[in-house]
């Protein structure tokens, strides 16, 4: 049967039946129909997500500015701030879902980063403890001229297995942030030369520390624009995330129509996970009022 004549046969006419019938046709997980369902009426949230945003997207509000924004939108948490606004920011109930440590572009995989690197990563693991933050944030760093591929494996590793006790004894996490390399447009959207760009790698890595504190940061966007395939991916690797990141591809912009990653699809199969941990709005907003897209993107992925 051709797709015309499908849509104007019994098949059409049944579903106009249901609709007379109050009944609906339309997909019953549609974010609309979700909402109204778990909620009670439309617009309500629901607060089975718990999310955070990621404070320099929003660089020209100060972070206390941004925490009361939380509040009043639902957002439960804050992160990627600087630690001298932890006390501010704490004090009014707004948790610090992940705190940064050396920064991604020098990383374990090169032998002469890692003092700092273990030193930075002990730092945030103390903080994490004095503020409740869950994890502390991990990259690979750039690849270097002469250190291979195995090389590179061999001394993030080196690195990480040195920190990890000290992050099981005070009970905190270490996630290690996937990134893209191929968006060169902004030195935020992407991060050529990032030399852990590839999920399945990345993965593999926290597999070969093998200890639950050190997990997986499954960044949407990054992982959208590297290997694609969200869904199965967040399926595939769920066991061993421990934090999500959010942002509207291409561009790094809102969660919004313009954009091609379907993100109620993909929050809901995180949440079938069993998924308990933080998901951050980490976009960077382009429309005249960032907080209205902070807000819209609160809607999108509150399922």
């Known amino acids: 049967m051709k797709r015309r004549e499908f849509l104007q046969g019994p ?15 339309a997909d019953e997980t549609s974010p609309d129909s979700a909402a109204r369902d778990d909620a009670g009426s439309a617009g ?3 607060r089975r997500v718990r999310q955070s945003v990621m404070g320099w997207c929003f660089k020209d509000t100060p972070p206390v500015e941004l925490a009361k924004h939380c509040q009043r939108i639902g957002l439960e948490a804050i ?16 948790k610090i879902s992940l705190v940064s440590s050396h920064g991604f572009a020098k990383g374990p995989l090169d032998p002469e980063n890692h003092a700092m690197v273990e030193a930075k990563l002990r730092d945030g693991i103390d903080l994490a403890v004095r503020y409740g933050a869950p994890n502390v944030i991990t990259f690979t760093g750039m ?11 061999k001394n993030c590793l080196a690195a990480w ?30 991060h050529p030369g990032y030399w852990g ?13 093998g200890s639950p504190r050190f997990q997986l940061l499954f960044d949407i966007y990054h992982v959208q624009i590297m290997n694609g395939d969200l869904i199965r991916n967040v399926n595939r690797y769920h066991e061993i995330v421990g934090h999500y990141h959010t942002a509207g591809n291409p561009g790094r912009g809102e969660l919004d129509d313009s954009q091609e990653i379907q993100y109620p699809a993909v929050i809901r199969a995180i949440m079938n996970t069993g998924y308990d941990g933080y998901i951050a709005q980490e976009f960077i907003p382009t429309s005249a009022d960032p907080i209205a897209s902070l807000e819209q993107a609160f809607t999108v992925c509150d399922v």
């Open 143 to 153: 690849a270097k001229a002469g250190i291979s591929d195995a090389a590179a494996r």
């Open 11 to 25: 098949a059409l006419g049944a579903c106009s039946a249901a609709l007379v019938a109050g009944a609906a046709c």
């Open 44 to 46: 309500t949230s629901r």
């Open 197 to 209: 760009d590839d999920l399945h790698l990345c993965a593999d890595l926290v597999q070969a520390v």
């Open 161 to 190: 297995k040195r920190v990890i006790p000290y992050a099981e004894q005070k009970g905190i996490g270490i996630v290690l942030e996937h990134l893209n390399s191929k968006d060169d447009s902004h030195p935020m959207k992407g």
């Open 79 to 94: 992160e990627g701030i600087g630690s001298a606004d932890y006390d501010a920011v704490t004090k009014m109930g707004v």
